[in-house]
T-cell receptor
Framework: QKEVEQNSGPLSVPEGAIASLNCTYSDRGSQSFFWYRQYSGKSPELIMSIYSNGDKEDGRFTAQLNKASQYVSLLIRDSQPSDSATYLCAVATGNQFYFGTGTSLTVIP | DAGVIQSPRHEVTEMGQEVTLRCKPISGHNSLFWYRQTMMRGLELLIYFNNNVPIDDSGMPEDRFSAKMPNASFSTLKIQPSEPRDSAVYFC????????????????FGPGTRLTVL
């Protein structure tokens, strides 16, 4: 079992809709969770971090963490074509840091 | 802050040649990571350094790969001899490691080096 699992997609949503990206992890001891955005041909860029159960909002982005279910998600409200990218979930446990394989998101104008 | 700097940005070489990738981490960051990204395998950690000391090189695929960090502001990843299956994007990332499990230990990535081995 991989440490971090993501649906590779592609996920397509119309402009203005809510995009929901999901991630599960295997280590219950994981304590830090991150979402990176990677545009085609570019490097991963950190967009959200979350450490506690619940929701964390930053502009149009909301990260949700449920440690009991070992589940972390990213919601993008009012999706824009510029949000089209691959979104990588990352989970840190102590000194270990694991990336998922990413979910490709396309926002259709 | 200039961010993580990598060179070269693109490298095309022939099988059997030596390839050296270079990285300058963000000033003040004490951890440095080398990743490889391919479509098939995603983002793989090759090796990471903490305070210039290699901590975990279990991701280095073969003895053909070696990495050094002679000082806090420079690291190299060398492949000798290179093979076509080494073709990938190689990212260097740095972070400011903290003693707390929770904390700003996220990775900041450089722009990457796209390596093509013919």
């Amino acid at each position: 079992q991989k440490e971090v699992e993501q649906n590779s997609g592609p996920l397509s949503v119309p402009e203005g809709a809510i995009a929901s990206l999901n991630c599960t992890y295997s280590d219950r001891g994981s304590q830090s969770f991150f979402w990176y955005r990677q545009y085609s041909g570019k490097s991963p860029e950190l967009i959200m971090s979350i450490y506690s159960n619940g929701d964390k909002e930053d502009g149009r982005f909301t990260a949700q963490l449920n440690k009991a279910s070992q589940y972390v998600s990213l919601l993008i409200r009012d999706s824009q074509p510029s949000d089209s990218a691959t979104y990588l979930c990352a989970v840190a446990t102590g000194n270990q840091f694991y990336f998922g394989t990413g979910t490709s998101l396309t926002v259709i104008p | 802050d200039a961010g993580v700097i990598q060179s070269p940005r693109h490298e095309v070489t022939e099988m059997g040649q030596e390839v050296t990738l270079r990285c300058k981490p963000i000033s003040g960051h004490n951890s440095l990571f080398w990743y490889r990204q391919t479509m098939m395998r995603g983002l793989e950690l090759l090796i990471y350094f903490n305070n210039n000391v290699p901590i975990d090189d279990s991701g280095m695929p073969e003895d053909r790969f070696s990495a050094k960090m002679p000082n806090a502001s420079f690291s190299t990843l060398k492949i000798q001899p290179s093979e076509p299956r080494d073709s990938a994007v190689y990212f260097c990332a740095s972070s400011r490691r903290t003693l707390l499990a929770r904390g700003p230990n996220w990775r900041f990535f450089g722009p990457g080096t796209r390596l093509t081995v013919l």
